[in-house]
Structures are given as C-alpha cells and as structure tokens.
C-alpha cells in the first residue's frame, strides 16, 4: 500500500516538473517575432508618414512665405507716395551702387553676373539662377511743419525715432522730388540736416530744388522751395535671389537698402532651391527671359516658378523626406501684376 502510494506522489511530482517542448518554445518565439515585426512595420510607416508631412508642410510654408515676400514686393514695385514726379538727386557719386538704380524692374538670367551681389561667403548666388531688382518709394509718414530755404536742414510737423544720420530719404511735394543724405537729426527742435559733408556717399549741395544741383551759395528763390505740405518719403532697392546658406543648402536671399545709406544682404527663407522669372510686357501675348526683354519700363507682369526642398539641405540631408533617404522637392508657380505698371505707357 505504502510503494503504490508513493508511486503516485512520484508521478504527481514528476508531471508538475515538465516544461515547454522545443517545439512549443519555438512557436511561441515565431509569434513573438511575428508580433514584434507587426508592431515595429506600423511604427516605421507612422514614422515614414510622419516625417512626409513634415517636409511637405515645410515645402508649403517656405513656397508660402517666398511668394508672399516676392508678390508683395513686386505689387509694389514702382510705387512712389509723391505721385507722378520728376525725381532727382544731390547724393554724389562713388556710393552704393544701389543709391542710383533706377525703374521699378530688372531682371538677370544668371544671379552670378550681377555685380552688386557677393562673390564669397553665406549668400554667394547659385550659378544660372535668375535675378530680380525691384524698386519702390514707401511713405515715410513725415511732414515738413515749414518750408525749406537756403538753410541745410528742414523742420518737421512731428518728433520721430524713425529718421538718423546718413539715412538716405526723399523729399517731395506734388510737383518734384529731391533724394538726399541725412547729415543729422535733432528731436528737440524737429530739424533734418541735409548739409554737404564726409558722409558717404554725402550730397553735393545742401539745396534740394530742381534743376539739382543747386550751387551752395544760392539764396532765396534760386535754391529750394518746398512748401510747408511736402513731406519725406523712403526710396528702397532690392535684389532678390537664390544663394547658398550657412548650412550647405540654398535659400532665397535679398540684397539691397532700404533707409540705410549701404547694402546688406538678408536670408529671407531657406530651402528655396531655383527660382525662374519670366517677364510680360505691355502689348505681348506670352512670357520671355530676363534676355529676351526689349524695355524693362514696358514690364507689367512677371511670373514666376520655384523649387522648394524640405529641410533646406542637399541630397542626405537630415530632413530627407523623400526618395531614398532624399529631401522632399516640389515646384510651384504664380503670377503677379505690377500695379504701377499696368497702363502705363
């Protein structure tokens, strides 16, 4: 009695003892490694489609920005407060290049040709793209509380912050408009200089009427006469262009002045790849290269086509969304009007 029950408890405990078969422990690591794999492929194609949006919504936002950037620029391209005025200037010559471009439009087929852009350093244009100067006079907001005469300086209705030494601003009334140099500001008293002096590239007379320039020693009648109602105005030239950035891609930079008396060049937007502008002209059926333009007055029109790459970076770049590993690469395209342009001629 005492053997047949101890070889049942041997039995029991000998049951209890087994484990998994090879056979179970493989399946079971082939279902482990199936699910594993099920997870880890939703998790790479979440990542994959995640990091396509993220490019596609920075291709979009840097096409958004530049467009709104270029178009506004481009509307305004022309634009002068002081209306339909003959314009001169007493800034002598030797200065900025960009003191003296004039109309409202100019372009180049190859950014790498024109001369006032950098040849070296974050910003250097890439070879054969194109190019576009753009002109316009903004309202400064100032009027003149007295009339100028003989003296170098004019008096304003208001204070303001706005104004400095060396600025470079337009005086204007309905009739005429004079470019100058400032040569100093006083807010106590409200006066603009606008003497001779070392400024660069400084004014040639301190008298601003037309014809210009007026000789200093002129007095009365025969050197300025701007009336109490004109007021100061903001000539800027810009170039816009592809060059390439600090992080070994392209972005869309612009070169140029604005109130500053000297040219600087800005980074506007990265990941600007190409740009292509085509021009119409008043009286043409289609669009034509920078080249092929007869009269850049005549412009009223441009379009223009850009390619824009997520990231900003070239082929393996962090970013890339793309293709093998590349950056996401789209083009977009539009046109825009420029209204002081349109009936022009």
């Not at 400095?164 to 100058?180: E, G, P, S």
Request: charged share 20%.
């Amino acid at each position: 009695m005492m053997c047949q029950k101890q070889r049942n408890k041997n039995v029991v405990y000998g049951r209890l003892a087994e484990g998994f078969t090879l056979v179970e422990l493989m399946i079971a690591l082939l279902l482990g490694s199936l699910v594993i794999a099920g997870v880890g492929s939703v998790f790479l194609a979440n990542q994959n489609a995640y990091r396509t949006n993220v490019a596609l919504g920075e291709v979009q936002e840097s096409a958004r920005t530049s467009f709104e950037f270029l178009a506004r620029e481009l509307r305004s391209a022309g634009a002068n407060p002081c209306g339909t005025v003959s314009v001169a200037s007493v800034l002598n010559a030797g200065g900025d290049s960009m003191l003296y471009s004039s109309g409202p439009v100019e372009g180049w087929e190859d950014a790498t040709t024109v001369n006032e852009l950098p040849d070296s350093g974050t910003g250097v244009p890439v070879a054969g793209g194109d190019a576009v100067r753009l002109s316009s006079v903004r309202d400064a907001g100032l009027q003149l509380e007295s009339g100028t005469g003989p003296r170098a300086n004019v008096k304003l209705e208001n204070p303001t912050k706005a104004i400095k030494a060396d600025d470079i601003l337009m005086l204007c009334d309905v009739n005429k408009a004079t470019i100058f140099q400032v040569t100093g500001y006083n807010s106590s008293n409200k006066t603009v200089g606008h003497n001779t002096g070392t400024s660069s590239p400084g004014n040639q007379t301190k008298c601003l009427n037309h014809p210009v320039p007026q000789p200093n020693s002129a007095t009365g009648s025969d050197c300025t006469n701007f009336k109490p109602s004109s007021y100061l105005a903001v000539p800027t030239n810009y170039i816009w262009y592809v060059g390439e950035n600090d992080a070994g891609g392209r972005s869309l930079y612009r070169y140029g002045r604005g109130q500053e008396a000297t040219s600087s060049t800005a980074e506007m937007v990265r990941g600007v790849w190409e740009m292509n502008i085509t021009y119409h002209e008043q009286g043409d059926d289609g669009y034509v290269d920078a080249d092929d333009v007869s009269a850049w007055e005549s412009v009223d029109a441009v379009r223009l086509e850009l390619t824009v790459r997520s990231g900003g970076f070239g082929p393996g770049g962090a970013r890339g969304a793309g293709t093998d590993n590349q950056p996401l690469e789209r083009a977009f395209t539009t046109t825009v009007a420029l209204r002081n342009q349109l009936n022009n001629n």
